[in-house]
C-alpha cells in the first residue's frame, strides 16, 4: 500500500482479555518494527522482524507480549492478559532495508503508521 | 548502548519567531540521525535526516538540523515557525549495523499567535 496501515486504531478492553494489534506495511519494505508510546513518554523500541524472522525480542517488555509476521508483510502484536500498564500506543514502522543497513539512500529510513491506541480499563 | 536526548520537554513560541529543539545523543560510532514530527492523532512523519557528508541538512516544512560531532548534537530549527508547526518532535538515532533506531522523549512545540 501507499503507506502503513495499523489496525484498529483504538482499542478499549478489559484487564485480563487479550488483544492483537495488527501492521500492514508498506509493499516491499522488508523490515518492520514495533514501538510503543506512552503518556510523555518517548518511544520504546518492542521488536523488529527482518522478512518474517524476529531475531531479537529482548525488546518485549514481559512474556505476555509476542509478535509474528507472515509471508513477509503483515504483522500482528498480540497481548495476551492485558494489564492497565498495557495502555499506550503501540506504533508500527517499514523500512526497505534495517535501519542500521550502510546506506546513503535513504532506503533505511523508517515509515510509521499512525498507531493502534490501546485502552485498558 | 545509545541514548537520546532532548533536554526540553516543552517549548511554546510565537507564530513568526524562531524556534530551535536540541537534541544530544551519545553513541561510540559515526550516527544515523533523524528528526520527526507527530501531530495529534497521527503516526511520525520524517522531517530530515542526517547519514554522512554535509552537517547541515535541510528537511521539509523550513526545517533544518546541524550535526556537530564535537558537541553530539543534532538540533532542529525553523527561522520562522507558523500556527501548524505545533506538534510533538521526536530525535532518532541509529548507526551502522545497528538495527533499530532510539528516540528522545520528545518536544512539545506549542505555538502562540
Known amino acids: 500500500g501507499a503507506g502503513v496501515s495499523q489496525s484498529p486504531s483504538n482499542k478499549v478492553t478489559e484487564k485480563g482479555k487479550d488483544v492483537e494489534l495488527r501492521c500492514d506495511p508498506i509493499s516491499g519494505h522488508t523490515a518492520l518494527y514495533w514501538y510503543r508510546q506512552s503518556l510523555g513518554q518517548g518511544l520504546e523500541f518492542l521488536i523488529y522482524f527482518q522478512g518474517n524472522s524476529a531475531p531479537d525480542k529482548s525488546g518485549l517488555p514481559s512474556d505476555r507480549f509476542s509478535a509474528e509476521r507472515t509471508g513477509g508483510s503483515v504483522s500482528t502484536l498480540t497481548i495476551q492478559r492485558t494489564q492497565q500498564e498495557d495502555s499506550a500506543v503501540y506504533l508500527c514502522?517499514?523500512?526497505?532495508?534495517?535501519?542500521?543497513?550502510?546506506?546513503?539512500?535513504?532506503?533505511?529510513?523508517?515509515?510509521f503508521g499512525a498507531g493502534s491506541r490501546l485502552t485498558v480499563l | 548502548a545509545q541514548s537520546v536526548t532532548q533536554p526540553d520537554i516543552h517549548i511554546t513560541v510565537s507564530e513568526g519567531a524562531s524556534l530551535e529543539l536540541r537534541c544530544n545523543y551519545s553513541?561510540?560510532?559515526?550516527?544515523?540521525l533523524f528528526w520527526y514530527v507527530q501531530s495529534p492523532g497521527q503516526g511520525l512523519q520524517l522531517l530530515l535526516k542526517y547519514f554522512s557528508g554535509d552537517t547541515l541538512v535541510q528537511g521539509i516544512k523550513g526545517f533544518e538540523a546541524e550535526f556537530k560531532r564535537s558537541q553530539s548534537s543534532f538540533n532542529l530549527r525553523k527561522p520562522s515557525v507558523h500556527w501548524s508547526d505545533a506538534a510533538e518532535y521526536f530525535c532518532a538515532v541509529g548507526a551502522i549495523n545497528d538495527y533499530k533506531l532510539s528516540f528522545g522523549a520528545g518536544t512539545t512545540v506549542t505555538v502562540r499567535a
Open positions: 553513541y561510540g560510532a559515526t550516527p544515523y
Open positions: 514502522a517499514s523500512s526497505l532495508v534495517l535501519a542500521g543497513a550502510p546506506t546513503s539512500s535513504g532506503a533505511n529510513v523508517l515509515t
